[in-house]
């Protein structure tokens, strides 16, 4: 068993969110009937919102299972199990007032890729808006345990060989992922390119839905996949597959999933927008804290959310990590992280790195104005309103993060996102 004593969480970042809790108690105390009982409240008493069977919804469980959006006004908040992105995507089209939903726990992406029409119907427009990120890191690439052999972890390249042979025998490489031009997308696009391997041309990419990844992993419908948890450790624990490495190891605190909601709910209901908010970051904070991790690992595995064992959940949000390859981490600190670090603000640097990688693999055209779009799409101002409100003082000062830097040594300049496609050698034109 290998031991990483390396940072997980500094003394300096339990402050900060202990002291973020004690200003959340401090607003219960002086709004005992919830933050709005003394002034203009919420437009609508709920919002009807999507959630994937994932760990990174978590803070909208949590908000609903610990009375936080009743304490913000909203008594009716609705969370409702999606069958897949595609049905997320499907449901936010047709909106709350038609049978569908108005916001959701989504793919990064996704709010952008709905709001120009390359994802929907005829191509129409759904104008989307990103209020928050709900966490950074803790996904997972895992392969079929017939590639262990390989010792295939963060570096790709000791697949080539293996998939070439079983190419040569007849016989076809499927990758999976959950959505095209989403995150998970994204993170094993970038893993096989990065070890030489293209993603279009030497494997063939197929679309399944989370939590169906380990099923059909186990009846041979293919060699990886990449997700987010439970899913990778229940492949681990159930034996039929290791993970080779989490997307942290790709780039460690990179942004996740995103709270987003229909641009018009917005519009007609802004309170109730901000109220939201106010709730889903009371929940990041709770959802954080390391002595609430076994609560939470038995909350999302109940039937009604995940319905899986709280062992699957609980392991990797607490930063220990089976790859199951013999190799297992503690302390990692590439646990999911829904408050410290900054998790919970929308960074528009963050959004300007998809909007890149889906410009690289044929999702955006290349003359894409990436900053115009996440202007419109990335609603900060919301975030930074609803901390406000709560009293949070530790909010970053720019939109904007400094370079990125990713294993294999490329750099993202979020101000210069042509000199990091000009430095990829495997694009989709390629």
Same mark, same amino acid.
């Given at each position: 068993?290998?031991?990483?004593?390396?940072?997980?969480?500094?003394?300096?970042?339990?402050?900060?969110? %202990?002291?973020?809790?004690?200003?959340?108690?401090?607003?219960?105390?002086?709004?005992?009937?919830?933050?709005?009982?003394?002034?203009?409240?919420?437009?609508?008493?709920?919002?009807?919102?999507?959630?994937?069977?994932?760990?990174?919804?978590?803070?909208?469980?949590?908000?609903?299972?610990?009375?936080?959006?009743?304490?913000?006004?909203?008594?009716?908040?609705?969370?409702?199990?999606?069958?897949?992105?595609?049905?997320?995507?499907?449901?936010?089209?047709?909106?709350?007032?038609?049978?569908?939903?108005?916001?959701?726990?989504?793919?990064?992406?996704?709010?952008?890729?709905?709001?120009?029409?390359?994802?929907?119907?005829?191509?129409?427009?759904?104008?989307?808006?990103?209020?928050?990120?709900?966490?950074?890191?803790?996904?997972?690439?895992?392969?079929?345990?017939?590639?262990?052999?390989?010792?295939?972890?963060?570096?790709?390249?000791?697949?080539?060989?293996?998939?070439?042979?079983?190419?040569?025998?007849?016989?076809?490489i499927k990758v999976a992922m959950t959505f095209p031009g989403g995150t998970h997308d994204l993170w094993i696009r970038y893993w096989l390119a990065a070890g030489g391997?293209?993603?279009?041309?030497?494997?063939?990419?197929?679309?399944?839905?989370?939590?169906?990844?380990?099923?059909?992993?186990?009846?041979?419908?293919?060699?990886?996949?990449?997700?987010?948890?439970?899913?990778?450790?229940?492949?681990?624990?159930?034996?039929?597959?290791?993970?080779?490495?989490?997307?942290?190891?790709?780039?460690?605190?990179?942004?996740?999933?995103?709270?987003?909601?229909?641009?018009?709910?917005?519009?007609?209901?802004?309170?109730?927008?901000? /109220?939201?908010?106010?709730?889903?970051?009371?929940?990041?904070?709770?959802?954080?804290?390391?002595?609430?991790?076994?609560?939470?690992?038995?909350?999302?595995?109940?039937?009604?959310?995940?319905?899986?064992?709280?062992?699957?959940?609980?392991?990797?949000?607490?930063?220990?990590?089976?790859?199951?390859?013999?190799?297992?981490?503690?302390?990692?600190?590439?646990?999911?992280?829904?408050?410290?670090?900054?998790?919970?603000?929308?960074?528009?640097?963050?959004?300007?790195?998809?909007?890149?990688?889906?410009?690289?693999?044929?999702?955006?055209?290349?003359?894409?104005?990436?900053?115009?779009?996440?202007?419109?799409?990335?609603?900060?101002?919301?975030?930074?309103?609803?901390?406000?409100?709560?009293?949070?003082?530790?909010?970053?000062? %720019?939109? %904007?993060?400094?370079?990125?830097?990713?294993?294999?040594?490329?750099?993202?300049?979020?101000?210069?996102?042509?000199?990091?496609?000009? %430095?990829?050698?495997?694009? /989709?034109?390629?």
């Open positions: 068993m290998t031991k990483n004593t390396g940072p997980s969480i500094s003394r300096r970042q339990i402050l900060k969110v %202990s002291a973020a809790a004690a200003v959340v108690s401090a607003v219960r105390a002086a709004f005992p009937s919830g933050a709005f009982a003394a002034g203009r409240g919420p437009e609508v008493p709920g919002i009807k919102l999507g959630y994937i069977a994932l760990t990174d919804a978590a803070p909208l469980i949590i908000a609903k299972e610990k009375g936080l959006f009743e304490k913000h006004g909203l008594p009716d908040v609705e969370l409702l199990k999606q069958a897949s992105w595609g049905a997320t995507r499907d449901n936010l089209v047709l909106g709350g007032a038609a049978n569908g939903i108005d916001g959701a726990h989504i793919l990064t992406p996704m709010p952008y890729l709905i709001s120009t029409g390359k994802v929907t119907q005829n191509n129409v427009p759904v104008p989307m808006s990103i209020v928050a990120r709900l966490n950074l890191d803790s996904q997972g690439i895992s392969v079929a345990k017939d590639y262990a052999g390989t010792g295939v972890q963060r570096d790709a390249s000791k697949l080539k060989d293996a998939f070439a042979a079983k190419k040569a025998a007849g016989g076809e391997i293209h993603p279009d041309k030497d494997v063939s990419t197929i679309v399944v839905p989370p939590p169906q990844m380990v099923a059909n992993m186990k009846v041979g419908n293919m060699d990886a996949f990449c997700v987010g948890e439970p899913w990778n450790e229940q492949l681990v624990n159930q034996g039929i597959g290791f993970t080779a490495c989490t997307t942290g190891e790709l780039w460690k605190g990179h942004p996740e999933k995103a709270l987003g909601l229909r641009s018009d709910w917005i519009e007609t209901n802004p309170n109730a927008a901000k /109220a939201l908010m106010m709730a889903v970051m009371e929940a990041q904070i709770w959802a954080d804290s390391m002595d609430n991790k076994e609560e939470m690992s038995v909350i999302l595995g109940k039937r009604q959310w995940f319905n899986v064992p709280p062992k699957d959940v609980a392991g990797r949000l607490k930063g220990t990590i089976n790859y199951g390859n013999g190799r297992v981490v503690e302390g990692s600190g590439l646990e999911m992280k829904f408050w410290k670090d900054h998790a919970s603000y929308p960074f528009k640097s963050h959004d300007r790195w998809f909007l890149t990688e889906n410009i690289r693999w044929g999702k955006f055209a290349p003359d894409t104005d990436i900053k115009g779009l996440v202007d419109k799409v990335n609603r900060e101002d919301i975030w930074r309103a609803a901390a406000a409100d709560l009293g949070i003082t530790d909010i970053p000062a %720019s939109t %904007s993060r400094g370079p990125e830097t990713f294993f294999d040594g490329k750099v993202f300049d979020p101000e210069h996102p042509e000199a990091y496609l000009d %430095s990829l050698t495997i694009k /989709a034109s390629a």
